[in-house]
């Protein structure tokens, strides 16, 4: 008769002391909570049976570096990694197919991570990693809520073909995010999506992006970050809010009509606050691009005191 052997707790020797834990052959699962908060616990081998890592298996252990996957991994739970807050890289098959709710969350030093096989980001799995940079994935599909949210190193990421949705505040905080490519893929852009992005002056938004939301025109993305537009309206709802670097905006509608009669345009626009908090006075535009178009006055220029109807919304 065959058994399936899984690590249900762990239970140090020697409380105080660091150990390098190796689990034998033959183990196919680590179960849930099973090193929690075992801050012995300075790294771990696993061998090349284990194919599943339980919910909050490694949650807390504050003082692990380093974990070694051999094996075709195909399921890791939610927190499994939460607040490991000294590993540094981990690298894992392509049987895993996704990263779970908050399964990174609050790694501070986790700087690297390798998944070609992930297809679906759940919500805050690397949210607060502040030390990630260096993001690998395969055929992503799915990017959760706040998934990458105040990953403050984060300077750029690679988004593939294959990726159908940008989640709520996905890289909400990103700080030094400086360029995003948004493949011609996504359907769907939620709100929030890029908020507080401080560092962001270069975005690109592909003509195939379906417009669901007639209130998101992607003339005031342009006019706040610098986005390169590629059609005339897109599902971006307050998606770039308060990414206040941007220096200047350039606007590229390829002759189409960026917005409907002034009236309407007037309607759609009142109380978006897509870009709520936003510094007005860093924001510039090329008017010569924008003559002839509608557009909102004060997303292009300096704030006015006290404008007038004519002075927010005019014919450039």
């Given at each position: 008769?065959?058994?399936?052997?899984?690590?249900?707790?762990?239970?140090?020797?020697?409380?105080?002391?660091?150990?390098?834990?190796?689990?034998?052959?033959?183990v196919v699962g680590i179960g849930a909570?099973?090193?929690?908060?075992?801050?012995?616990?300075?790294?771990?081998?696993?061998?090349?049976?284990?194919?599943?890592?339980?919910?909050?298996?490694?949650?807390?252990?504050?003082?692990?570096?380093?974990?070694?996957?051999?094996?075709?991994v195909a399921m890791v739970g939610k927190r499994a990694f939460q607040h490991c807050t000294s590993l540094r890289e981990i690298t894992f098959a392509e049987t895993?197919?996704?990263?779970?709710?908050?399964?990174?969350?609050?790694?501070?030093?986790?700087s690297r991570i390798v998944a070609p096989g992930v297809t679906e980001i759940n919500r805050y799995a690397f949210q607060r990693c502040t030390s990630l940079v260096d993001v690998q994935f395969g055929a992503l599909k799915t990017i959760g809520r706040r998934a990458f949210a105040s990953c403050t190193e984060l300077e750029r990421i690679e988004l593939p073909g294959t990726l159908k949705v940008i989640g709520e505040e996905a890289f909400s905080g990103c700080q030094a995010l400086r360029e995003v490519v948004i493949p011609e893929s996504v359907e769907e852009i939620e709100p929030r999506a890029f908020r507080g992005c401080t560092s962001l002056d270069a975005a690109s938004i592909p003509e195939s992006?379906?417009?669901?939301?007639?209130?998101?025109?992607?003339?005031?993305?342009?006019?706040?970050?610098?986005?390169?537009?590629?059609t005339e309206r897109t599902r971006l709802s307050a998606a770039f809010?308060?990414?206040?670097?941007?220096?200047?905006?350039?606007?590229?509608?390829?002759?189409?009509?960026?917005?409907?009669?002034?009236?309407?345009?007037?309607?759609?626009?009142?109380?978006?606050?897509?870009?709520?908090?936003?510094?007005?006075?860093?924001?510039?535009?090329?008017?010569?691009?924008?003559?002839?178009?509608?557009?909102?006055?004060?997303?292009?220029?300096?704030?006015?005191?006290?404008?007038?109807?004519?002075?927010?919304?005019?014919?450039?």
């Amino acid at each position: 008769m065959a058994y399936e052997i899984i690590v249900a707790k762990f239970t140090p020797d020697e409380p105080d002391e660091r150990i390098d834990a190796v689990l034998p052959d033959g183990v196919v699962g680590i179960g849930a909570k099973a090193f929690r908060f075992k801050g012995e616990v300075r790294s771990l081998r696993a061998p090349q049976s284990l194919i599943e890592v339980g919910d909050a298996a490694f949650d807390g252990c504050r003082n692990l570096v380093q974990v070694d996957f051999p094996g075709d991994v195909a399921m890791v739970g939610k927190r499994a990694f939460q607040h490991c807050t000294s590993l540094r890289e981990i690298t894992f098959a392509e049987t895993l197919g996704c990263i779970d709710d908050a399964t990174f969350q609050g790694a501070t030093s986790l700087s690297r991570i390798v998944a070609p096989g992930v297809t679906e980001i759940n919500r805050y799995a690397f949210q607060r990693c502040t030390s990630l940079v260096d993001v690998q994935f395969g055929a992503l599909k799915t990017i959760g809520r706040r998934a990458f949210a105040s990953c403050t190193e984060l300077e750029r990421i690679e988004l593939p073909g294959t990726l159908k949705v940008i989640g709520e505040e996905a890289f909400s905080g990103c700080q030094a995010l400086r360029e995003v490519v948004i493949p011609e893929s996504v359907e769907e852009i939620e709100p929030r999506a890029f908020r507080g992005c401080t560092s962001l002056d270069a975005a690109s938004i592909p003509e195939s992006i379906v417009q669901r939301f007639p209130e998101s025109f992607t003339q005031e993305v342009a006019a706040r970050a610098g986005v390169v537009l590629k059609t005339e309206r897109t599902r971006l709802s307050a998606a770039f809010q308060e990414a206040h670097e941007a220096d200047r905006a350039e606007l590229m509608a390829d002759g189409k009509r960026l917005c409907a009669e002034e009236d309407e345009l007037r309607k759609q626009l009142a109380g978006l606050g897509m870009f709520a908090r936003a510094e007005k006075d860093r924001i510039q535009a090329r008017l010569d691009e924008l003559e002839g178009q509608l557009a909102e006055v004060r997303d292009l220029i300096d704030a006015l005191d006290n404008p007038t109807d004519e002075e927010l919304l005019a014919m450039l």
